[in-house]
């Protein structure tokens, strides 16, 4: 993904001296994948996974923790602590600490959403369908989570419908056999990095 990392750091910084950057998608889109693969191409930037925010009874009403304890510290040049939530214990652990980085990686269903989309600098948005992200995301966490995967369908579809992140994505991601492609999101303008459109990383071949 050559291309995209001097892209973002090119970006004027959009939370404090942060630039943002929100990685949003359906669940089991590869929104975790890409975004290590990401930090990793910008030289080992901070990844906040919003599984770590969200809990069993908060799947997507944490945006007033992530407000508090995230995003107004790193507006003001600070350290951001939270306690990372635990699904297995039900339990938040012990707080980590998140330093204001040239670019920060905000990862997750929910990411670009409307209270957040102020402070990015860029939303990209995996794009694979919902039903086959989802068929993907059971797979991989296997029949233990079926009851869990039913509720979180329904409060998914439930989040996107009243606050929809795609309409506003910069980048549209796609996996490829090798790589990813990067595309012009829907609130995409061409511009002199025009170049992102002609695929990223090893193949732009899917």
Known sequence: MHHLVPHLHRLPPSCGPVRLVGVDGHAGSGKSTFAGQLAAELGGAPVLHLDDIATHEELFDWTGRL???VIEPLRHGETARYAPYDW???A???VRELPPAPVVLLEGVG???RALRPFLARLLWMELPQEDAWTRGRRRDGEAQGEFWAEWVSAERRHFAEDPSRPFADLLVRQCSEGYEVLP????????DQDLTHGDGPSAVC
């Not at 999101?185 to 002199?192: E, L, R, T």
């Open 67 to 69: 407000l508090r304890q």
């Open 88 to 90: 297995t214990t039900r």
């Open 92 to 94: 938040f652990g012990p």
């Open 111 to 113: 990411a670009g959403r």
């Open 185 to 192: 999101g829907p609130a995409g303008v061409p511009g002199p």
